[in-house]
T-cell receptor
Framework: QKEVEQNSGPLSVPEGAIASLNCTYS??????FFWYRQYSGKSPELIMS????GDKEDGRFTAQLNKASQYVSLLIRDSQPSDSATYLC?????????????FGKGTKLSVKP | NAGVMQNPRHLVRRRGQEARLRCSPM?????VYWYRQLPEEGLKFMVY????????ESGMPKERFSAEFPKEGPSILRIQQVVRGDSAAYFC?????????????FGEGSWLTVV
């Protein structure tokens, strides 16, 4: 069973702090990894994609990938109350068709003013 | 630039009725995917379609569920004889032809409630 595991949270951080979200994946063949943000009752919104080991930065967001440890993380710098949402980690299903992603259940982030 | 459009946004059906969910992909996108999100669960892949072709239906329940993406018009996810366990959010996603196929963009979702 191919899985993506995330801590469900909630993760609570004060405004302006760094929020650190983590996930692990079971399929060693996975090649592409994604972070989505989902507000309650809304659709998942793509924040970051990462394909190579190391860090990828985009504004306040940094994604980190370690394929040897099968570990993906998302750092949110200068967290804002508007960042409060559920963050979904996803990995491609190796051997599956394109667009067949395995999602974690999400980590709920709460940023306190 | 319109995103992925889904309708209806909310649908209530009695047990045994049929539910039809529609999805128009983002402009320029030719690949459509359907995902289901059960309460307190992660998103689960159901099916991947291109125009007039089902490419991968490995996530579709064996019975009562079907999907199509006709040459003209939106993609449709059809659930026959709905049961309470079908109550979920159904998200459609799309991606452009060519590279980046795993980068998919979701629509606003259709929330199905079976009573």
């Amino acid at each position: 069973q191919k899985e993506v595991e995330q801590n469900s949270g909630p993760l609570s951080v004060p405004e302006g702090a760094i929020a650190s979200l983590n996930c692990t994946y079971s399929d060693r063949g996975s090649q592409s990894f994604f972070w989505y943000r989902q507000y309650s009752g809304k659709s998942p919104e793509l924040i970051m994609s990462i394909y190579s080991n190391g860090d990828k930065e985009d504004g306040r967001f940094t994604a980190q990938l370690n394929k040897a440890s099968q570990y993906v993380s998302l750092l949110i710098r200068d967290s804002q109350p508007s960042d409060s949402a559920t963050y979904l980690c996803a990995a491609d299903y190796y051997g599956g068709s394109q667009g067949n992603l395995i999602f974690g259940k999400g980590t709920k982030l709460s940023v306190k003013p | 630039n319109a995103g992925v459009m889904q309708n209806p946004r909310h649908l209530v059906r009695r047990r045994g009725q049929e539910a039809r969910l529609r999805c128009s992909p983002m402009k320029g996108h030719s690949h459509v995917y359907w995902y289901r999100q059960l309460p307190e669960e992660g998103l689960k892949f159901m099916v991947y379609l291109q125009k007039e072709n089902i490419i991968d239906e490995s996530g579709m329940p064996k019975e009562r569920f079907s999907a199509e993406f006709p040459k003209e018009g939106p993609s449709i996810l059809r659930i026959q004889q709905v049961v309470r366990g079908d109550s979920a959010a159904y998200f459609c996603a799309s991606s452009p032809p060519g590279g980046g196929g795993n980068t998919i963009y979701f629509g606003e979702g259709s929330w199905l409630t079976v009573v």
